[in-house]
């Protein structure tokens, strides 16, 4: 029986050591080696045991030549198992130091992406907030806020004050020409004005008159700025304009 648990050990521990423990084969060896010369030695038990088995008994059957195998088998058995478990622990010990330091540093790394997630989504809560502080403060503008690209047409208009001065929707505005809502003769010199702005950066308190949606007309003060890409190529002008008719006529009437 110790024969045969001993016989298993050693198929097993071969087995697995063909697969495992590569940084400390060597001393893998040794333990198999160990247990190998224990079944050596109880092999040579089994010899002494059964006359006929004699023959293939390896050293003797003298009390001398018993004591050599046990010498030979047990005694070497443990020595090399010894010397195998001595060397081959602080090598697995130094494996696990290792998985430690490894796991310690993808844990590090995990926490520093947590961190920077949160920070992340904080940035971005941040600025969907200041977005919808903007886009509540241009939408609740009574003063037009708007933007055109190149060739004049509007790409965007706050809905409160087109609806309070012009009368028109976004809707209705956006992708129109400055000249669609205005004299031909409005229209030639506002297009004249539009081209020396995108030539010279901008424009203050430039006045003109828009139709209005029913058919009426106001006074307008403009402020306008180019817009440019990150490659400094022009995209249009945006800026602010004022309702000024009421001013204006308080100004007829003063003269």
């Not at 010199?189 to 009426?216: M, N, V």
């Not at 800026?239 to 003269?255: F, M, N, Y």
């Amino acid at each position: 029986v110790r024969a045969i648990v001993l016989a298993i050990i050693v198929i097993f521990l071969w087995n697995s050591g063909q697969n495992r423990f590569e940084q400390s084969r060597t001393d893998w060896n040794l333990i198999v080696f160990g247990f190998g010369l224990l079944l050596f030695g109880s092999i040579l038990d089994i010899t002494d045991n059964f006359e006929g088995l004699n023959p293939y008994i390896v050293v003797g059957d003298t009390q001398t030549e018993a004591f050599l195998e046990k010498v030979v088998g047990f005694l070497g058995g443990f020595i090399f198992i010894s010397i195998g478990l001595f060397n081959w622990i602080p090598t697995v010990q130094g494996l696990s130091d290792l998985v430690d330091t490894r796991t310690r540093d993808l844990q590090e790394i995990n926490n520093s992406l947590v961190t920077e997630v949160d920070s992340r989504k904080r940035a971005e809560e941040t600025l969907r907030l200041s977005e919808e502080r903007y886009r509540n403060l241009v939408e609740t503008s009574h003063d037009l806020i708007w933007s055109v690209d190149s060739e004049g047409k509007f790409t965007f208009v706050n809905r409160n004050a087109a609806m309070h001065i012009l009368g028109y929707e976004p809707g209705e505005m956006i992708g129109r020409s400055l000249a669609y809502f205005k004299t031909p003769e409005q229209a030639e010199k506002d297009l004249k004005t539009f081209s020396r702005i995108k030539e010279t950066g901008g424009a203050s308190h430039y006045e003109t008159s828009y139709r209005k949606k029913d058919g009426s007309f106001v006074d307008m003060s403009f402020n306008a700025v180019v817009v440019k890409d990150s490659e400094r190529n022009l995209m249009g002008t945006m800026g602010t304009a004022q309702d000024i008719s009421q001013r204006k006529r308080s100004d007829e009437q003063l003269q």
